[in-house]
């Protein structure tokens, strides 16, 4: 490589020449050049044409000398023209019959992705790869605290594989780092350390929700398109855990440790143990939970910086002493757009919401009355249990069928419970409203408006859960 027009000893330098790409697309710098087939070949592209180096399998980072990594990732336009991530951020593949004993330090992750130069690009699969334009050009330096997390993420995946264990692998294993599929509809086999067994192939990579974070930040922050967060000091969101609980501690066990105390203790107890008055809400459990997991730190630990990274959801059960679940768990309102739009299970919102990982507050019922501020009464729970959880690949299938019902019937113009899944086809999973107000409608993606549905866990579900699998 002779006559490069930037500095490849120098990160600023590289990071300066890539702000020519913002609003522009390769064929302004190539007019002749010929497209390349393939889903990575976008990021080739940009190497051979814009920066100008030769293409290379190269274990390294792909600027070697400052050990920074070029990755090119899509964006999706929502209906009203917002920018939203579209894909999880593939770093590397996973080789699990060469990495299952390699340390964090020494993994192809470690090496090429603790500084990336990422460039954001407007998906539209209806023109050349050439004419697609970039929006963002992004030095990205993994944050300290969200390394620590992923350095458990990463063991929690490499000790899978290390005991002939990954053909079980699953995104909703870990908090920031994922080991995604790939491979044609991710059912490319491959061998396995330890195990006779072949398991899908599978990547490195940043998850959604941690991209979609990243996003927000470069939204906020960007300066005509370009954004490094090296001199950031500030937190952009509220934060569950100091770097010092994060050196000797995973998320797991810091957030079990704040429920310890709890353990059979009733509300008033809870609330007197708190500090805080009984609540008439009717989610005076989740606020509660919200307290302790928080250490009152945080409004909502669901939108708190390593909840939203990680895509991990804290959400409250209660158990009649019948052993009856109180109530369904809901999620949140389908975005029919996206539905739409998505193509692929895998890519889908719903994917991202059900692979992801839940910490389930359990209370259970009482023989005691709950007096109300209001003068209400009603039945008292107590802290049982405080658990992890992930669902199996078994009902991920199970998921993958209420998603193709959903999609088809938006794509149908049949937005309505007599075509969604019904609770009482138990089938795991139902669409029903969320919204108290009859008339709160949403944009409908085949014109006018619909009535709000949400995505639901069925009652039996979330019992056959606590039962069999916590």
């Not at 393939?38 to 814009?50: A, D, N, P, R, T």
């Not at 934060?239 to 000797?248: G, H, I, K, W």
């Not at 999609?407 to 419970?417: A, G, Q, W």
Request: aromatic letters at 12%.
């Amino acid at each position: 490589m002779t006559n490069l027009p930037y500095n490849e000893k120098d990160i600023s330098s590289i990071f300066n020449y890539s702000k020519q790409l913002v609003n522009k697309c390769l064929r302004d710098f190539a007019s002749n050049a010929k497209e390349h087939k393939g889903k990575g070949s976008l990021g080739q592209l940009v190497e051979e044409i814009f920066f100008k180096y030769d293409l290379n399998s190269r274990q390294e980072a792909d600027f070697a000398f400052v050990n920074a990594e070029l990755k090119c990732t899509p964006l999706k336009e929502s209906i009203k023209k917002e920018l939203l991530i579209k894909e999880r951020l593939v770093c590397s593949m996973i080789n699990y019959t060469a990495d299952w004993n390699k340390s964090f330090e020494e993994s192809h992750f470690y090496q090429k992705c603790l500084i990336m130069l990422i460039m954001f690009y407007l998906h539209n699969p209806k023109v050349s790869k050439l004419d697609l334009r970039f929006l963002f050009t992004v030095l990205w330096k993994i944050p300290e605290k969200d390394l620590l997390i992923i350095r458990k993420d990463y063991d929690t995946i490499i000790n899978k594989i290390r005991n002939g264990q990954a053909h079980t692998l699953s995104e909703g294993d870990t908090m920031y780092l994922g080991a995604c599929r790939k491979g044609q509809k991710g059912d490319s086999l491959v061998p396995q350390h330890n195990n006779e067994m072949w398991a899908s192939r599978r990547a490195w990579s940043l998850k959604t929700a941690y991209m979609r974070i990243v996003l927000d930040e470069i939204k906020k922050n960007n300066q005509d398109g370009a954004y490094c967060n090296y001199e950031l000091h500030k937190p952009i969101m509220e934060t569950m855990f100091s770097v010092d609980e994060l050196r000797n501690n995973s998320v797991d066990e810091i957030l079990l440790s704040r429920f310890n105390k709890y353990y059979g203790k009733t509300y008033r107890q809870i609330c007197n143990i708190l500090d805080i008055e009984p609540s008439n809400s009717k989610s005076k459990y989740f606020i509660i939970s919200n307290m302790i997991a928080g250490k009152g730190n945080v409004c909502n630990v669901n939108k708190s910086e390593e909840f939203e990274k990680s895509g991990l959801t804290m959400k409250t059960i209660r158990i009649k002493k019948t052993g009856v679940i109180k109530e369904a768990m809901s999620f949140e309102n389908i975005d029919y757009q996206e539905v739409s739009d998505c193509e692929e299970w895998t890519d889908s919102r719903l994917y991202e919401l059900f692979t992801s990982r839940f910490m389930f507050v359990i209370f259970r019922e009482t023989d005691n009355v709950l007096q109300l501020p209001n003068g209400k009464a009603e039945p008292e729970y107590k802290l049982e249990k405080v658990a992890f959880w992930t669902m199996s690949p078994k009902d991920l299938d199970i998921a993958k069928a209420y998603w193709n019902n959903i999609r088809h019937n938006i794509l149908e113009n049949h937005i309505s419970p007599l075509y969604f899944w019904n609770a009482k086809d138990d089938n795991n999973f139902h669409v029903r409203p969320k919204a108290k107000v009859a008339n709160d409608l949403t944009e409908n993606p085949n014109g006018g408006m619909v009535k709000k549905y949400c995505y639901w866990f069925n009652q039996k579900y979330v019992r056959n859960i606590i039962e069999n699998e916590l």
